[in-house]
């Protein structure tokens, strides 16, 4: 788990400066609202990442085919890193009204916070994979779309 953590604390700062990047929800960055309550009552921050890619549901897709490093699938993961876009795995039965009604209650400590499932939500769980490598798998990944 802190190979993961170490990992993802990289890849989160890696998305909040790339241009084809959104929005980045990961605890572990300094402007997340609820940094300074997990820090208090936790060991660190984890390994899930979500982030809002530019574009739609296209872009979104061609992101996550052009990874070589991580698969696609719904799972939270173990120690490979996975990704899934939310709308089309464990949302897709819903309707996109819903998916911005219902969406997903992310808890981090005792702090909650409420993320509507858009078409280019992409939820990453990072592995134990050697950071370079996934750095590289993401830029060319990006460079696809």
Do not use: T, W
């Not at 170490?6 to 790339?18: D, R, T, V």
């Amino acid at each position: 788990m802190i190979k993961c953590e170490e990992n993802a604390q990289k890849l989160a700062k890696l998305l909040k400066a790339h241009d084809k990047v959104e929005k980045v929800y990961y605890p572990g960055l300094e402007d997340h609202p609820g940094y300074e309550l997990q820090k208090k009552q936790a060991r660190g921050f984890g390994a899930m990442i979500s982030f809002l890619i530019k574009g739609g549901l296209e872009e979104a897709k061609k992101f996550c085919q052009s990874l070589h490093i991580f698969a696609l699938a719904g799972s939270l993961g173990g120690v490979e890193g996975l990704i899934c876009i939310p709308g089309l795995f464990s949302h897709a039965h819903l309707s996109k009204e819903d998916k911005l009604k219902y969406g997903i209650l992310f808890r981090i400590s005792l702090f909650y916070y409420f993320l509507g499932i858009l078409d280019n939500l992409i939820r990453v769980s990072v592995g134990i994979e050697d950071y370079d490598d996934i750095e590289k798998d993401f830029l060319h990944a990006f460079n696809e779309i």
